[in-house]
């Protein structure tokens, strides 16, 4: 597996946002017109790859001098519990401490807190809900 960066404006883009749409956005019937381009052209755009196919991404979204937030974790629905996440988690992790960032957070799904758990993350606050379903806030102090 292969991770990198992508930019917006590309076929490497045009993936992203439609494993996005597959994944995460079409099983709660959100369209894909819920994902902005143009918002996301100063984001860090992340793409995991087996054999030149898409096969997972993520967003980093700066929130301040010190915080990142993670968005739109995906992977393709065949190849999830694979570690694929797992993976993509690990590498965002080191582009925000190269970059000076100190925390990664995120909003997450309660369907998929476990998964963050595991890899470091704590839940921050109560349940709150965001395009229909419930989320938690969490984070994780970056060493």
């Known amino acids: ?18 494993l996005r749409t597959k994944v995460l956005l079409d099983p709660i019937g959100i369209p ?21 196919n898409l096969i997972g991404c993520c967003i980093l979204t700066a929130v301040d001098e010190n915080t990142l937030q993670l968005r739109q974790m995906a992977v393709d629905t ?10 993509i988690l690990a590498f965002a992790e080191n582009i925000a401490k190269e970059r000076g960032y100190k925390m ?5 799904r309660d369907a998929v807190i476990g998964f963050y758990q ?19 806030k969490m984070q994780k102090q970056l060493s």
């Open 118 to 136: 595991k890899c470091g993350y704590q839940i921050c606050g109560e349940q709150f809900f965001e395009v229909g379903i419930g989320h938690h």
């Open 78 to 87: 065949v190849l999830q519990q694979k570690g694929i996440g797992a993976a």
């Open 32 to 52: 894909r017109s819920y994902i902005n381009p143009e918002k996301e052209r100063s984001d860090v755009l992340i793409g995991a790859y087996e054999e030149d």
């Open 1 to 18: 597996m292969e991770l990198k960066t992508i930019t917006t404006n590309t076929p490497e883009y045009e993936a992203m946002i439609a």
């Open 104 to 108: 990664l957070m995120m909003h997450a």
